[in-house]
């Protein structure tokens, strides 16, 4: 079936540091490829998005590329906040419609 | 504001006594579904909903009950609760699933406490 390995955590980064959590997916045919946030004591929040191969989906200083040779939709940021800190996930939509796959989730500090 | 409204936001209860969890989206999303949240178990799909009338189990559906009688609204029924069945629950909702899917919209989450 569909999976979701990510980078383990804690994260712990300075702020303005760079940033890199990795994601790697096992699927069938070609999901649709997800990152949500979720801040403390509240719901995850979609933070992007790419439904093909060489999509880049951004938002928010963040980006992620779609990378289909590589199963991998690493989300990255150049220069961190500490209103980054966070619990982040990858996910992806497959082909089976009813389930949506999630990774462990990557809980990332920065510090000022 | 489109948004997914869950209730209570907390809840503490007492073992065997029945409890429902309402969710409710106004974006007229077709797709709706239940996630429970534990430390070091990520997020688990309970049930989920394709329309109305129309639901389906997830990956931990003991225990739990759903109906679907209208398009916005999704509850979800304890019947007996138990220990084991303390969480953080979240509802979500989407427009589109499956390949091509657009996301999730989730709520703010009920944190349940069964004693």
């Known amino acids: 079936g569909d999976s979701v390995t990510q980078m383990e955590g804690p994260v712990t980064l300075s702020e303005e540091a760079c940033l890199t959590i990795?994601?790697?997916?096992?699927?069938?045919?070609?999901?649709?490829l997800f990152w949500y946030v979720q801040y403390p004591g509240e719901g995850l929040q979609l933070l992007l998005k790419?439904?093909?191969?060489?999509d880049k989906g951004s938002n928010k200083g963040f980006e992620a590329t779609y990378r289909k040779e590589t199963t991998s939709f690493h989300l990255e940021k150049g220069s961190v906040q500490v209103s980054d800190s966070a619990v982040y996930f990858c996910a992806l939509s497959g082909t089976n419609a009813g389930k949506s796959t999630f990774g462990d989730g990557t809980t990332l500090t920065v510090k000022p | 504001e489109a948004q997914v409204t869950q209730n209570p936001r907390y809840l503490i209860t007492v073992t065997g006594k029945k409890l429902t969890v309402t969710c409710s989206q106004n974006?007229?999303?077709?797709?709706m579904s239940w996630y429970r949240q534990d430390p070091g178990l990520g997020l688990r799909q309970i049930y989920y909903?394709?329309?109305?009338?129309?639901?389906d189990k997830g990956d931990v559906p003991e225990g739990y009950k759903v109906s679907r009688k209208e398009k916005r609204n999704f509850p979800l029924i304890l019947e007996s609760p138990s220990p084991n069945q303390t969480s953080l629950y979240f509802c979500?909702?989407?427009?589109?699933?499956?390949?091509?899917?657009?996301?999730?919209?989730f709520g703010s989450g009920t944190r349940l406490t069964v004693v």
């Open positions: 974006m007229n999303h077709e797709y």
């Open positions: 909903s394709m329309n109305v009338e129309v639901t």
């Open positions: 990795n994601c790697t997916y096992t699927a069938t045919g070609y999901p649709s």
């Open positions: 790419a439904t093909k191969a060489d």
């Open positions: 979500a909702s989407s427009q589109r699933v499956g390949t091509g899917s657009n996301g999730y919209t």
